[in-house]
């Protein structure tokens, strides 16, 4: 009896220092993090491009004539000024790295935050938030997760910079949000039982506080991360006004269950080559920890998350207008010659041609993050006979996003610090 009360005793204390621990180390991340104060900053002219010398332009069949170098047919150039609006649990980790070696391979100029990974997410993107930013500077890049602030974002890129961005079905991101996030939302914390996806959407309004802290990561969180009011009902004309402004901004919004399809989509638009797409999925999520909605449970997370499910059906639409536009066919033989390649570049690159847990990744630099209480993200390990010809590719393709952004020369100290707090909450 005495042992067992001892025990008792020692998981309480062992909770209150977490406890305080957490609380204190939260006040100062949040005191750390918090948005710069914002003064009137002078305007710079915006450039035309910030394309530092023409790119090499290449032979390739025309489908849109903004690519085209006058005076000369069946001829592009590569896009370089491009704005990727990275939304959440969106293989947007994937596409950051294919423009992180596509930048270096340009020697193109990144916009990336200051201290952190984000633009001070969940606060509206400023320019101000930009590392080292000056009126009139030129950038040609800007893709880290902000709440997209429209007026602001073209402050800092050129005028014919390429807007994309991509979705994934909102019942499926709700699920993954919750996963992933759902620690961070003291909401959550009250869900009785070990099924707290499904508790949750049995009945969603009485786990949700529209004013709670991180509830954004809980409803319409697409919506959200494009600077819009996510606690709208579906019925209000404001909903359609921010997806009529999001259709007028981005070219193109590609598509997470198409994403080799979305990858040719892009190629095009931009006038990339293949070599350009490369990819090993990054920031997966092992199978085991996947929570498989029910159909009755998937219909409950489209209806509680309507707002994206509108935002979503309007995308799909215009996504499959622009694969017939790119053809049938050819897309089909183009995303065949895509997975071939990275098949190859897989066997190449990657021991035991697959990704592994996380306690099964070697090297610390190929550890992906986690969220708190989890080693649910999967890495890869590199194959240590990989030749010359192929390491240097197979290195960039391999390593995760915050160890990519600090060889780009970000500084993480923010994000490594509440990386360590993380670890301590494991304890």
């Not at 997410?121 to 009126?135: G, L």
């Amino acid at each position: 009896m005495v042992g067992k009360q001892g025990r008792q005793w020692r998981s309480m204390c062992k909770g209150l220092v977490l406890g305080t621990l957490l609380t204190s180390c939260m006040i100062l991340l949040y005191c750390l993090s918090a948005p710069q104060a914002h003064f009137n900053l002078p305007e710079g002219p915006v450039p035309y491009s910030c394309a530092h010398r023409p790119a090499q332009a290449h032979a390739r069949l025309i489908k849109n004539s903004s690519h085209h170098v006058p005076g000369q047919t069946g001829i592009c150039t590569p896009k370089v000024d491009i704005m990727f609006m990275k939304t959440h649990k969106t293989a947007s980790s994937t596409l950051l790295n294919i423009l992180f070696r596509f930048g270096e391979k340009h020697r193109l100029k990144f916009a990336f935050p200051n201290s952190r990974n984000d633009f001070f997410y969940p606060h509206p993107f400023q320019r101000s938030q930009v590392k080292d930013y000056r009126p009139g500077m030129c950038f040609n890049i800007i893709c880290n997760h902000m709440r997209f602030n429209a007026p602001e974002v073209a402050k800092v890129l050129p005028t014919d910079t390429s807007y994309i961005t991509i979705l994934r079905d909102p019942a499926e991101l709700f699920e993954s949000s919750f996963h992933y996030f759902g620690r961070l939302v003291p909401m959550t914390w009250k869900i009785p039982g070990n099924d707290k996806v499904g508790e949750f959407l049995r009945d969603p309004r009485h786990y949700f506080d529209p004013n709670g802290f991180n509830s954004f990561y809980l409803k319409n969180l697409l919506f959200f991360d494009f600077g819009q009011d996510n606690t709208l009902e579906l019925g209000d004309p404001r909903v359609e006004e921010g997806i009529q402004a999001i259709a007028g901004r981005f070219q193109l919004v590609m598509l997470v269950e198409h994403f080799d399809e979305s990858l040719m989509l892009l190629k095009d638009a931009l006038c990339w080559e293949m070599d350009d797409l490369l990819f090993f999925k990054l920031n997966a999520r092992k199978g085991s920890t996947v929570s498989k909605l029910t159909p009755e449970l998937k219909a409950r997370a489209l209806e509680w998350n309507a707002v994206d499910w509108r935002l979503y059906q309007h995308f799909n639409v215009t996504f499959w207008r622009k694969v017939e536009a790119y053809g049938r066919q050819r897309m089909a033989d183009d995303v065949a010659e895509l997975q071939r390649r990275n098949a190859e570049m897989a066997a190449v690159c990657i021991e035991g041609g697959h990704a592994v847990d996380a306690g099964s990744i070697q090297e610390t630099a190929m550890q992906p993050w986690q969220p708190i209480g989890e080693k649910s993200i999967m890495g890869y390990n590199l194959k240590n006979n990989v030749d010359k010809a192929h390491r240097k590719l197979c290195l960039k393709m391999l390593t995760p996003e915050l160890q990519y952004l600090t060889e780009l020369g970000v500084n993480l100290w923010i994000t490594k610090l509440w990386g360590h707090v993380r670890d301590v909450i494991n304890w």
